[in-house]
């Protein structure tokens, strides 16, 4: 079952400006995690919030969570062409083992 | 850094075959997991392992088998591989139960023809 939807499923910027992605879940989680996937790789932790934390950041990352709406947001700031990836929200019950992958938001900046 | 090295990048097979796909991860992670990637449907997870010799069902386990028989290692075995199973196949490792983040390999892009 797939437990986050992003939004939008593609976002097409300019370099420089700021990307903006919406992640929302259904149930309960411990935890929420942002990842990045380069084209045809592996998929690299960016960021976790957890279910008692409303916003957090991480250099030009900046997430929120809102747990009663169930949603959350990734916010790039000063996107650069080295940005252009796929980013995947994922949801954690306590325990780390059902981690729960959504579609994922492609990003392309362009130079 | 946390190394998670998978033996193949692009794998092609026939229908029927018996396909092995192989994970080995190098920072003593207690936790392996084997994913599928498909467009539009994102990472869903096929098997985990919490401990050598020991392994849980995901959420599509059907069509797939796993084997730990050391800490590093961690297989994921097609019986007898059909074309829906054509897809990409991501491991990932993370530190111990509940440890969140999770290590990634670089994928295998199988095709079964």
């Known amino acids: 079952s797939q437990q986050g939807e992003e939004d939008p499923q593609a976002l097409s910027i300019q370099e420089g400006e700021n990307a903006t992605m919406n992640c929302s879940y259904k149930?309960?989680?411990?935890?929420l995690q942002w990842y990045r996937q380069n084209s045809g790789r592996g998929l690299v932790h960016l960021i976790l919030?957890?279910?008692?934390?409303r916003e957090k950041h991480s250099g030009r990352l900046r997430v929120t969570l809102d747990t009663s709406k169930k949603s959350s947001s990734l916010l790039i700031t000063a996107s650069r062409a080295a940005d252009t990836a796929s980013y995947f929200c994922a949801t954690a019950n306590t325990g780390g083992f059902k981690t729960i992958f959504g579609a994922g938001t492609r990003l392309f900046v362009k130079a | 850094d946390v190394k998670v090295t998978q033996s193949s990048r692009y794998l092609v097979k026939r229908t029927g075959e018996k396909v092995f796909l192989e994970c080995v991860q190098d920072?003593?992670?207690?936790?392996m997991f084997w994913y599928r990637q498909d467009p539009g449907l994102g990472l869903r997870l096929i098997y985990f392992s919490y401990d050598v010799k020991m392994k849980e069902k995901g959420d599509i386990p059907e069509g797939y088998s796993v084997s730990r028989e050391k800490k590093e290692r961690f297989s994921l075995i097609l019986e007898s591989a059909s074309t829906n199973q054509t897809s990409m196949y991501l491991c990932?490792?993370?530190?111990?139960?509940?440890?969140?983040?999770?290590?990634f390999g670089p994928g295998t892009r199988l095709t079964v023809t």
């Open positions: 149930t309960s989680i411990n935890n």
């Open positions: 920072m003593d992670h207690e936790n």
């Open positions: 919030i957890r279910s008692n934390e």
């Open positions: 990932a490792s993370s530190l111990y139960r509940g440890s969140y983040e999770q290590y």
